[in-house]
């Protein structure tokens, strides 16, 4: 997680539109806040914060003055003295494939320089040697063709694990996935299945560009038949990938690429985790933040600043972004009765968007105040560091939006 910091910066808060006016916004409450508690936070990733530096090489304003007292917990305390292995979030994303094409022979996997090169971001990297050319396929440049490719196998019986080398080149493949890929199963009256997943990393980087830093979980969460689930830790990573994997439904798999190099310890026995449970990350009192990828990150550093503040937030990282795991987020309202999103996706037709339209239907009594949302901006992402950091949410955003709704 310390490469992550590091990479946006310990930022001050940012004048730009997804900050928040406090004269605007005024909720009352029938709630009172007590003082500073003794609570705790817990990020289940291995690492530390960094200062980190801004993008004019200066040191950056620390967002957290001053240190949180931690429980003495399993939770809290370090994972160096927990049973497992240490793995890279990559490194787990590729245990995971390669424990089920040992388990199962008909999973394969297809894409761009998957094969003997190992991938982009090293995910399949030794696969090809272990299990052969036919069943880790390197393919042409041509996302449509091995995408539909992958589809036609997974009709046929197969289970492919189709990488698309960046998930903003799917748009290639985007009537493979809608026509074919969802769709298939209903329009053939269920004489076929279509068990395939798709992955590949996404979101906004260091500077790699507009056409390089799409977020596209909202283009395909209206796509009937498709389930989409995001990872933010080795752990789910691994976990995920191998639900995914065994799922007989088409699984869109989502990847932040600056979340590849966090290290987590992770058990060595088997596990496999549901593709429709959200997490919880951090339980709390005073207000649920909903959150997924990346953003899990810079609500956790704004926790800190949060807790010392005298504010319990309750943390749950969602990671089925179709469907909604509304039972946990329900409950979770029902005992906060505030709600803020924080995603790193557009704010027009966003995932973000979907959870205040579910949660408004489903939760409306429960509310004691307007749901909020903070998302990216409606932009290009631009290539100047200083401008893309202006459009991604920052910790010091999530501290005033929980400020405002617990007024």
């Known amino acids: 997680m310390a490469a992550i910091i590091q990479a946006i910066g310990a930022a001050t808060t940012l004048s730009s539109p997804n900050s928040l006016d406090s004269k605007k916004f005024h909720i009352s409450s029938r709630r009172s806040f007590p003082g500073r508690k003794g609570t705790f936070f817990v990020i289940r990733s291995d690492g530390r914060l960094s200062s980190g530096l801004n993008w004019n090489g200066k040191r950056a304003e620390q967002l957290v003055t001053s240190a949180v007292a931690t429980k003495a917990d399993g939770a809290a305390a370090s994972t160096s003295s927990k049973p497992g292995h ?72 197969l289970r492919p694990v189709v ?41 906004v980087g260091r500077q790699l560009g507009a056409e390089h830093s799409q977020r596209l979980e ?6 009937p038949g498709i389930q989409m689930v995001a990872c933010s830790t080795p752990y789910n990573a691994k976990g995920l990938m191998k639900a995914a994997i065994r799922s007989e439904n ?21 596990y496999v985790l549901s593709l429709e449970e959200a997490e919880m990350v951090r339980p709390g009192e005073h207000v649920t933040i909903l959150t997924y990828s990346r953003m899990r990150y810079h609500v956790m550093q704004a926790a800190k600043t949060l807790v010392n503040k005298g504010y319990d937030p309750e943390v749950i990282d969602i990671r089925s972004l179709k469907p909604f795991d509304l039972y946990t ?23 973000g968007a979907s959870l205040i339209s579910a949660i408004n239907e489903n939760f409306h009594d429960y509310l004691d105040a307007p749901i909020m949302c903070l998302s990216s901006q409606d932009v290009p992402t631009p290539y100047a560091g200083v401008l893309e950091n202006w459009t991604v949410v920052q910790p010091p955003q999530i501290v005033t939006a929980v400020e405002q709704l617990c007024q």
């Open 329 to 351: 987020i329900g409950n979770s309202v029902k005992k906060t009765h505030r709600v803020l999103i924080v995603e790193e996706c557009m704010r027009t037709g966003g995932i």
């Open 86 to 157: 240490e793995l890279l979030l990559f490194e787990a994303l590729r245990e995971g494939l390669d424990e089920e094409m040992e388990r199962d022979r008909s999973v394969c996997v297809m894409g761009e320089d998957v094969g003997h090169y190992g991938g982009s971001y090293k995910v399949t990297k030794g696969l090809a040697e272990k299990y052969g050319d036919l069943r880790v396929l390197d393919t042409p440049i041509a996302e449509n063709s091995f995408t539909g490719m992958g589809i036609g196998a997974a009709m046929t019986g």
């Open 218 to 223: 909202s283009y395909f969460q209206s796509i």
């Open 250 to 270: 088409p699984v869109i798999l989502f990847e932040h690429v600056l979340l590849y190099n966090l290290k987590e310890r992770i058990p060595d026995e088997e």
């Open 163 to 203: 990488e698309g080398m960046n998930m903003g080149f799917l748009l290639l493949a985007f009537n493979q996935i809608s026509n074919n890929c969802g769709m298939l199963h209903y329009t053939s009256g269920g004489q076929f299945k279509i068990p395939i997943v798709i992955r590949g990393p996404g979101g």
